[in-house]
């Protein structure tokens, strides 16, 4: 799968003795979390991968050298059951997706590492990933760190903002700016889980009260969002500030033993 992570910033790529060499009290690791999922018609179902790897190499370029912050093979299989029924998609269950992770973490702890950043890029992990951090603080001691995409876009319509959360205008346009070759510009759809302008307070999600739902209750396309307005302009712009913002919290999670030291 293309990749923008930098060579040297990549844990894979080096040597049991040159990860040996690292100085485990203050290496930080970023586990990416993503999916392979349905994205609508005109998206493939890597997007989620392929968006986590795009920020996250954009921002490890952005990182001062000498810090030690690497990069973990990324976890590609994440919990899309609301997307079952797509074909293409591929989802976990949740006590695999836990278990996996745990794994993991218990393998980067016998080898004396303790500072661990899951990277998420699918809203499905979220969840699990405060879950499971808490719990790896608990089990293993670690710092452990979420850190969801690189936040909201610039410049985007109210609606598209609030509700255009899965192949819609800011996931096209990244796609489009980084692998245009994989998007179909003439099949674009469109479909909102929620309105705006929707009476009472029974929301679909990040509200006080909410409703469960699966993709195919409201969008037959899988789009949830408006891809119309995409353009590849947006997303080179849209990609440099996520992954500066994506940078700046990787050098607050790197410095902050020593704000607890303080």
Same mark, same amino acid.
């Given at each position: 799968?293309?990749?923008?992570?930098?060579?040297?910033?990549?844990?894979?790529?080096?040597?049991?003795?040159?990860?040996?060499?690292?100085?485990?009290?203050?290496?930080?690791?970023?586990?990416?979390?993503?999916?392979?999922?349905?994205?609508?018609?005109?998206?493939?179902?890597?997007?989620?991968?392929?968006?986590?790897?795009?920020?996250?190499?954009?921002?490890?370029?952005?990182?001062?050298?000498?810090?030690?912050?690497?990069?973990?093979?990324?976890?590609?299989?994440?919990?899309?059951?609301?997307?079952?029924?797509?074909?293409?998609?591929?989802?976990?269950?949740?006590?695999?997706?836990?278990?996996?992770?745990?794994?993991?973490?218990?393998?980067?702890?016998?080898?004396? #590492?303790?500072?661990?950043? +899951?990277?998420?890029?699918? !809203? =499905?992990?979220? /969840?699990? &990933? $405060?879950?499971?951090?808490?719990?790896?603080?608990?089990? #293993?001691?670690?710092?452990? +760190?979420?850190?969801?995409? !690189? =936040?909201?876009? /610039?410049? &985007? $319509?109210?609606?598209?903002?609030?509700?255009?959360?899965?192949?819609?205008?800011?996931?096209?346009?990244?796609?489009?700016?980084?692998?245009?070759?994989?998007?179909?510009?003439?099949?674009?759809?469109?479909?909102?889980?929620?309105?705006?302008?929707?009476?009472?307070?029974?929301?679909?999600?990040?509200?006080?009260?909410?409703?469960?739902?699966?993709?195919?209750?409201?969008?037959?396309?899988?789009?949830?969002?408006?891809?119309?307005?995409?353009?590849?302009?947006?997303?080179?712009?849209?990609?440099?500030?996520?992954?500066?913002?994506?940078?700046?919290?990787?050098?607050?999670?790197?410095?902050?033993?020593?704000?607890?030291?303080?």
């Amino acid at each position: 799968m293309k990749t923008w992570i930098p060579p040297e910033r990549f844990l894979p790529y080096l040597t049991w003795k040159q990860v040996d060499a690292l100085p485990r009290d203050r290496t930080l690791l970023v586990l990416p979390t993503a999916a392979i999922e349905q994205h609508g018609h005109h998206l493939p179902l890597a997007t989620d991968t392929l968006l986590n790897n795009l920020l996250l190499g954009h921002a490890l370029r952005k990182v001062p050298a000498d810090l030690p912050i690497y990069a973990l093979a990324p976890v590609c299989y994440g919990k899309s059951n609301e997307h079952v029924g797509f074909p293409g998609t591929l989802s976990v269950g949740r006590d695999t997706f836990a278990a996996v992770l745990r794994d993991l973490a218990r393998s980067l702890v016998a080898a004396g #590492f303790r500072r661990l950043v +899951f990277f998420n890029s699918h !809203g =499905g992990n979220h /969840s699990l &990933l $405060d879950v499971m951090a808490r719990d790896l603080r608990d089990e #293993f001691g670690m710092r452990t +760190f979420c850190l969801f995409g !690189g =936040g909201a876009a /610039s410049g &985007l $319509d109210p609606q598209e903002a609030a509700y255009g959360f899965h192949a819609g205008e800011v996931e096209t346009s990244l796609l489009l700016h980084a692998t245009p070759e994989l998007v179909h510009t003439d099949r674009y759809t469109v479909n909102y889980i929620a309105r705006l302008g929707d009476p009472g307070v029974l929301k679909p999600e990040f509200a006080s009260a909410t409703f469960s739902w699966l993709t195919r209750d409201i969008a037959p396309s899988g789009v949830m969002g408006d891809p119309t307005p995409s353009s590849a302009e947006k997303g080179e712009r849209w990609c440099d500030e996520m992954s500066s913002r994506v940078a700046a919290a990787l050098q607050e999670m790197y410095a902050f033993r020593e704000i607890l030291e303080r």
